[in-house]
């Protein structure tokens, strides 16, 4: 099986490491192309304006100038043109990637691109109990748990244009639960925070920021598998068509 490994926190990520680590438990044939630098909360953005430059820093090793969608277009169109994946992984994310927030998410929009060339495509993501955490984020449960959640999603069919995204909760591994199969959350939108400073010159600036998530009704979300100490295994699709509304909008244009 030959894996594509990337991410959206950088060729040099704690969580990149982690996720060579667990695919080496199901091939010896990896490839890493990922960012140059963290493209975190790029989404899935393609970079037109400017060259994109390409450096190999070892055998199947290579970071890209640019953003999670571009080093994952580089690996399948040029660097294993003869020599396409069998499958995309991207992640370790430094951080959760649920609910709406996947919207935003390189590392799950890496995973789409992968998708979206034909290839089995999964995002993993490790969440952290608080902001500040930098450097120091514990990959405990993804570190255990990876090769167990990915290992029946290999041979799993998957349908045309889908992907998997999994977030492992803020844990020590032998205090994880186990694993859910669950649906995509959505949070308030009032939940962004826009942090505003000034600079030694006077002059002001911002940061965004996110609130804590609020839990949904149902209780049965990707946020309350994760914050309920499970493995949430989420099903993403990559047709956003809104089908109910197709025969209204044919009616309103009649």
């Known amino acids: 099986m030959r894996i594509l490994l990337t991410n959206d926190d950088g060729i040099n990520a704690a969580g990149l490491k982690v996720l060579e680590q667990i695919a080496r438990c199901f091939s010896d044939d990896i490839w890493v192309v990922a960012p ?5 909360g790029t989404g899935h953005s393609l970079t037109l304006s400017r060259p994109i430059r390409l450096r190999k820093l070892g055998e199947r090793r290579f970071c890209v100038t640019g953003t999670p ?31 709406d927030d996947i919207t935003y998410s390189g590392t799950v929009s890496a995973a789409m691109e992968g998708a979206l ?6 995002a993993m993501s490790q969440v952290y109990a608080r ?3 930098g450097d120091t984020v514990p990959f405990d ?47 308030d939108y009032g ?11 006077g002059y002001d600036y911002f ?3 996110l609130r804590p998530m609020v839990h949904t ?11 309920d100490g499970f493995i949430s295994v989420t099903p993403l699709q990559l047709d956003l068509t809104h089908r109910p509304s197709l025969a209204m909008l044919e009616q309103a244009y009649s």
């Open 207 to 209: 940061w965004f920021g």
């Open 217 to 227: 009704p149902a209780h049965a979300t990707d946020i309350e598998a994760v914050a």
């Open 69 to 99: 969608t571009d080093s994952v277009m580089m690996a399948v169109g040029h660097l294993m043109k003869e020599l396409k994946p069998d499958l995309v992984l991207s992640g370790v994310n430094r951080g959760a990637n649920l609910a």
């Open 131 to 133: 902001e500040g955490m």
């Open 36 to 40: 140059a630098e963290e493209q975190s």
């Open 117 to 122: 060339a034909g290839v089995r495509a999964i």
């Open 191 to 201: 939940r962004a925070r826009i942090d505003q400073r000034t600079d030694p010159r």
């Open 141 to 187: 449960a993804a570190t255990a748990w990876g090769e167990r959640v990915l290992r029946p999603l290999l041979d799993a069919p998957f349908e045309p244009r889908t992907l998997v995204n999994i977030n492992f909760p803020a844990l020590a591994a032998d205090q994880v639960k186990g694993i859910r199969v669950v649906s995509q959350g959505f949070h």
